[in-house]
């Protein structure tokens, strides 16, 4: 990465706690936070169901205070570990803050049969208490789902023991990926590239780069396959275990719960994808004769051919990123040049970072750190915009109470892909040349691809994978197997090479906290679609919408901010038609113009 002047490409974490994994400060809030969450658990026992509303209000604020610190110290522990995957003192961290949160959704699970001792009349004159009417959608949930679980002492003993055995899956992937080094030739020398460098790498514009790299890649993966077949296995067979002890039967139930989902809107929007992204084949085939091969292999399908001139620094990318979201809400740039100016942004390219990028906010400071590796790529800016996104959402939420900013992942990815379009259609409006719209119109191209394409075969896979699971492990080649045949079934059977092992080196499949880490990015894409289609027939005005909208993201179901907000039904094809229209709308202006264009480069 070119060497920045005015923006400091780490991010700065002593501002929480000084000293990272030896900070004194950290170990005392740890501390702090353990005598304080045994306190709240003798007062959850103590509770009794008929105690006045005021008693009640107290208590949820205390746990919600738990909860924000918690959230401070799990965001702090999350960023030491992934800066630095050699951190073992942060690992160690990291297995202690799990604890913690153990003993914090136990302190949940507890008040669960309070919830379900007070009655229903009782119940509703609770919530129109002026010190919960804020947090009503939430608690309501919460007893809804209490009484479609094991009762609260199974499930606080469930809890406990997933900390040393369902997480503990999930996190000795993170160690093994850690530890995976790619060797890639670099000229007369080999180097040993750590999987977020390598990964870079996949996108390199020389094609044969990408196909030595990938090849590299995907023996790196299978080294450790079978150990990661066995976290994987595990991490499933908990779950199924989990599932069936509660009476469920269904392996999507959680994840559309969690994502306060119906199941009509997830089945709407898929049967709508599957007909309209066959439009997306034009483009592979277009792309397949640019670079003189029959058929794509699976490290072309995500790679751009056009690319913006030269390499962008991080200044210039934090500037460009600005500029184009200031076009779109003063709020918005407002917040990004925050987030530059004091370094809320990890995104120097350098050995022993994790893979990927993130986006985690630290509730007590109302401050948001954001994670990536910048290598000066056009994506990289998009990423940029994406992860922005994310804290601009969460720094609409600051002021509301902390149930209220529980959120689910499927509008957390809204408010990110949203930012990401403002950026990417504004550059193309205001490109300076033919190539720099080009490999702009191309990345919306490949967002297509990306949420369409990779993001369904991921869902299918491990819809597969659950499925097959029921009757016990599965192999690696079993593995490999469901894999390819997902991502055949997503990309039309149209690519000559797939890659098998992606089961292997993707981090949503073992992310515990999050189950189905997929199907939410094309929602937030589509639904984002929807959303920016709005703003460009409404104008300026649209922006405080947008942000009343992000700001009930929290305490209503998406059906009912769907309505409330835009006046549509997401169980119906309607609004997925009209959101793909508009996703797929540049698929038509960038193949004109780069056939128009010739031989190009």
């Not at 060497?3 to 702090?32: H, I, K, M």
């Not at 139930?253 to 809107?265: F, V």
């Not at 920016?532 to 005005?541: H, L, N, Q, T, V």
Request: aromatic share 12%; net charge negative.
């Amino acid at each position: 990465m070119a060497v920045s002047s005015r923006y400091n490409p780490t991010w700065d974490l002593e501002t929480f706690f000084p000293g990272g994994s030896a900070s004194p400060q950290f170990e005392s809030f740890l501390a702090s936070l353990a005598q304080d969450l045994d306190r709240l658990r003798q007062e959850v026992r103590r509770l009794d169901p008929g105690a006045p509303a005021a008693h009640w209000e107290n208590l949820v604020n205390g746990l919600q205070d738990a909860g924000a610190r918690l959230g401070q110290a799990g965001a702090f522990t999350y960023c030491l570990v992934s800066q630095d995957t050699t951190d073992e003192r942060a690992r160690l961290l990291l297995t202690r803050v799990g604890e913690l949160r153990a003993t914090y959704n136990n302190l949940w699970t507890d008040l669960d049969r309070h919830l379900l001792a007070v009655s229903d009349p009782a119940w509703q004159a609770l919530l129109e208490h002026p010190g919960l009417r804020e947090v009503a959608f939430a608690l309501d949930e919460r007893r809804r789902r209490a009484r479609e679980r094991m009762s609260p002492e199974l499930e606080s003993l469930a809890g406990s023991l997933a900390v040393d055995g369902y997480h503990a899956w999930g996190d000795l992937y993170e160690l093994v990926a850690g530890r995976i080094r790619v060797p890639v030739q670099e000229g007369d020398r080999t180097v040993h590239l750590s999987v977020g460098q390598a990964a870079n790498r996949l996108e390199d514009p020389d094609r044969a780069v990408r196909a030595a790299v990938f090849d590299r890649w995907e023996a790196a993966w299978g080294q450790e396959a079978e150990v990661i077949a066995a976290a994987l296995n595990h991490l499933a067979g908990f779950r199924w275990q989990w599932y069936r002890r509660r009476g469920w039967d269904d392996i999507l139930k959680e994840p559309l719960d969690e994502n306060r989902m119906q199941r009509a809107t997830l089945e709407a929007m898929w049967d709508a994808v599957a007909r309209k992204r066959g439009a997306l084949l034009e483009y592979f085939r277009w792309k397949a004769e640019r670079l003189g091969v029959q058929r794509l292999a699976w490290f072309d399908a995500h790679v751009p051919v056009y690319q913006a001139q030269g390499k962008v620094t991080y200044d210039e990318a934090a500037d460009f990123v600005i500029e184009q979201f200031a076009r779109f809400s003063d709020e918005l740039a407002g917040l990004a040049r925050r987030a530059f100016s004091e370094r809320w942004i990890e995104a120097e390219d350098r050995p022993n970072k994790r893979a990927g990028g993130f986006c985690t906010g630290f509730p007590l400071s109302r401050q948001s750190r954001i994670f990536m590796t910048f290598g000066g790529t056009a994506s990289n800016v998009g990423t940029l915009a994406h992860e922005l996104g994310h804290a601009y959402h969460q720094w609409l939420m600051d002021d509301l109470p902390v149930l209220a900013r529980d959120y689910p992942m499927s509008l957390a990815e809204t408010a990110s892909t949203f930012a990401e379009r403002v950026v990417t259609d504004a550059a193309i409006r205001h490109a300076p040349d033919t190539d720099t719209r080009l490999a702009f119109l191309e990345q919306q191209v490949l967002d297509g691809v990306a949420f369409c394409m990779n993001i369904h075969a991921r869902f299918l896979f491990e819809t597969a994978f659950y499925e097959a699971r029921r009757q016990g492990p599965l192999s690696v080649a079993d593995l490999n197997g469901l894999m390819e045949d997902a991502q055949r079934r997503a990309y039309h059977d149209s690519l000559d090479r797939y890659h098998p092992y992606f089961w292997a080196s993707k981090l949503h499949f073992y992310a515990t906290d999050a189950p189905f880490y997929n199907f939410p990015y094309t929602f937030g894409f589509l639904f984002s679609s929807g959303l920016y289609a709005r703003a460009r027939a409404e104008g300026p005005s649209f922006a405080r919408r947008y942000a009343a909208l992000l700001q009930d993201t929290g305490r209503m179901t998406v059906e009912d901010l769907a309505r409330r907000h835009l006046g549509v039904d997401l169980t119906g094809p309607a609004f997925w038609e009209e959101a793909l229209d508009a996703a797929l709308a540049p698929l038509d202006e960038f193949l004109q113009l780069a056939r128009a264009a010739g031989s190009g480069k």
